[in-house]
């Protein structure tokens, strides 16, 4: 499951080196979004995966570092700015023509290698406030007394815990690749990579001009610097981790085909981490999107175009053409309501005779299917010494059992479309772990009678590389009351809606245990 | 009195005086029956009782007391007196912030052989509809 959507490379490179032409391009696109002129476009980048490869191997040896981008989980598939200042939609037309990203994998391997440049630096600026002393000017330098020493394993181990927090971070595989960059993890690299630069300021100033010869001080100015990464460490993980635990948005996702609607609790996320995350619970909790059950719908539909033409006696005395377009769709629509339609009634018998004919198909596949399951036995651990003739090993078992049940099964997948969904291969795949298992004919047939998340099918079904996320605000902003985006996959769609969870206020009221007394509703009636 | 189009209409007033316009004095003698003297009705509610249950009143938080029942041929019955009356007075004691144990109490002291009841009815108008009939 992971090797679908584990691709990430992000550029870097369009996230800190063009940081204010980006921030620019970013407004003047929400303005140009802004703006009422009808060629609007929206911000749609495709999220586009290079295939899978382990990506990280060599790196995390190398790269301890405390902040970095992350270099494995997200991409700029697709970037408002490039070197070139080509428009986006240019960018998404030529992503879309080279077929999966070859430059993709450029972008990525180019961000990674700045990702561990960073972090080398990072990791051997206090080796290097410590060792330089010693070669430039060893002799002036004061002894290094038992304190000094003690904060040399001090720096020692932290640096240790530092290259362990931040391979945990940052050089772990990703998940999934994302359009643009994260946001947080560029400040993050820009934050420490501003902060050693004004280390190593104070450091070639102060220190190596004047060549100072307190060695304590110079130990404790390294260990200064490798506390404050750790703080900043610290501070990554609040912001990058910490942060979306707290829930503060409740979003609505419907899918534009059949309406399947799922409501989940989200924290305070950008729009493209909010749609990750709503991708990955769309895997599990969404079933699997059936466009043969959709066709009913369009025959009806088809049919209420058809039934009626239009005609313009007028002749050629009406020339505004906009007004013939406008006339006759409103002389189709009175048409349309005065004429009786009785299709709401075919549709009504013929729901009802196909719930009756899956009911049907689903009697005779069951007692099929219970049938089958009584011509194979377990073996005993005993038995199987005694008789080697005639056993079976699970697959083999299925495959003997199988076509009893399988005209009844296929039947059954006719009637509810869903016949593409199973091969033959995966029926008898399933049926033998169903068989080494223990399961019952019930558990066996369950995964066929009610659809279930799209996981459970095969991958050809997955469609993982090929979302696109369409979103008027910016993706990388977070998200806000009333935000709405789209998630579109090849031939539907997910429109999610956000909304805030509403501010409790809670009261208390306290009831005093012993105050809970009762008495005998009476109604006597007294003869005089 | 039916109504014949065309004909005169025939109706009687009655005249009620406002003090007393719900209200009526109701005499009973007590019978005796072996050694216990008896009205001839029953009476329910009373300030320890549970209001909500009284199917008489109309204001489900009277508590007050009723008469829940009256036996055909007693002497209540013979005196006038109504299932569903409230009864206000009883020989000039109040009845209307009682037990249900004190309104028995009263109704049914020894030494008296007479009981007048001051008793209210829901709808007297009823009572004149009867009677003109």
């Known amino acids: 499951m992971d090797t679908e959507s584990t691709y990430s490379g992000y550029s870097y490179y369009s996230g800190r080196s063009r940081g204010s032409h980006r921030h620019g391009e970013r407004i003047r696109d929400h303005h140009k979004s802004r703006s009422k002129d009808g060629s609007r476009s929206e911000k749609s980048v495709t999220i586009n995966a290079p295939p899978a490869e382990p990506l990280l191997g060599d790196s995390s040896v190398l790269g301890e570092e405390v902040q970095d981008d992350n270099w494995g989980e997200t991409t700029t598939a697709v970037t408002g700015t490039s070197e070139h200042s080509l428009s986006q939609e240019d960018i998404v037309r030529i992503t879309k023509d080279l077929e999966d990203s070859v430059g993709l994998d450029c972008r990525r391997y180019f961000s990674l290698t700045l990702a561990v440049v960073l972090g080398l630096l990072v990791f051997l600026t206090p080796l290097a406030f410590l060792a330089l002393p010693h070669l430039l000017w060893p002799d002036k330098l004061l002894v290094c007394g038992t304190a000094c020493e003690g904060l040399f394993i001090s720096v020692a181990f932290k640096l240790l815990i530092l290259l362990l927090a931040v391979w945990a971070l940052f050089f772990r595989a990703p998940r999934a690749s994302l359009p643009r960059v994260f946001v947080f993890r560029a400040l993050l690299a820009v934050l420490v990579l501003l902060f050693v630069v004004s280390y190593w300021l104070f450091y070639g100033v102060r220190i190596l001009d004047s060549q100072d010869e307190n060695y304590q001080g110079i130990v404790q100015y390294a260990v200064s610097l490798v506390d404050a990464l750790l703080f900043i460490h610290y501070l990554a993980i609040v912001l990058l981790e910490l942060r979306q635990l707290q829930p503060a948005f409740s979003v609505c996702v419907t899918r534009s085909t059949d309406g399947e609607t799922r409501h989940y609790n989200l924290g305070q996320l950008s729009i493209q981490r909010a749609a990750l995350v709503i991708i990955e619970n769309y895997y599990r909790d969404f079933s699997v999107h059936n466009p043969a059950l959709l066709t009913a719908s369009k025959s009806r539909a088809a049919k209420h175009l058809a039934g009626l033409k239009v005609y313009n006696v007028d002749g050629p005395e009406n020339n505004a053409a906009t007004g013939l377009a406008h006339s006759q769709s409103r002389a189709m629509i009175a048409a349309a309501a005065r004429r009786r339609d009785t299709s709401h009634n075919e549709l009504y018998y013929e729901e009802a005779e196909h719930e009756r004919r899956v009911r049907k198909r689903k009697a005779r596949l069951v007692v099929a299917v219970e049938e089958a399951f009584t011509h194979i036995k377990r073996m005993q651990e005993e038995e199987q010494k005694k008789a080697p003739g005639d056993v079976m090993d699970p697959r083999e078992a299925a495959q003997a059992i199988f076509p009893s049940m399988a005209r009844s099964l296929q039947k059954y997948l006719r009637t509810t479309r869903q016949q593409h969904c199973h091969s033959m291969e995966s029926i008898q795949q399933h049926l033998a772990f169903c068989i080494t298992n223990n399961m019952t004919p019930k558990a066996f047939l369950e995964s066929y009678l009610t659809p279930g998340p799209t996981l459970q099918y095969g991958r050809e079904r997955w469609l993982a590389r090929q979302w696109t996320l369409v979103s008027e605000a910016s993706v990388t902003s977070g998200l806000k009351e009333g935000a709405i985006f789209l998630l579109k996959c090849i031939d539907f769609s997910l429109v999610v809606t956000a909304k805030r969870i509403p501010y409790i206020q809670l009261s208390e009221e306290f009831i005093d245990p012993k105050s809970h007394k009762f008495v005998l509703r009476l109604q006597s009636e007294t003869s005089v | ?133």
């Open chain 2, 1 to 133: 009195m039916s109504f014949i189009p065309g004909q005169p209409v025939t109706a009687v007033v009655l005249h009620f005086q406002l003090s007393c316009a719900l209200q009526q004095r109701i005499e009973i003698c007590k019978l005796r029956q072996g050694e216990h003297l008896i009205l001839g009705f029953s009476i329910g509610g009373g300030i320890d009782q549970d209001p909500g249950q009284n199917p008489f009143s109309e204001d489900k938080s009277d508590k007050g007391i009723y008469v829940t029942r009256v036996t055909p041929g007693g002497p209540a019955e013979v005196a006038g007196l109504m299932m569903g009356d409230k009864v206000m007075q009883v020989n000039g004691w109040d009845m209307t912030m009682v037990t249900h144990d004190q309104a028995r109490k009263r109704l049914t002291k020894k030494n008296e052989d007479i009981v007048r009841l001051l008793v209210t009815r829901k709808s007297l108008e009823q009572a004149v509809r009867h009677s003109m009939m």
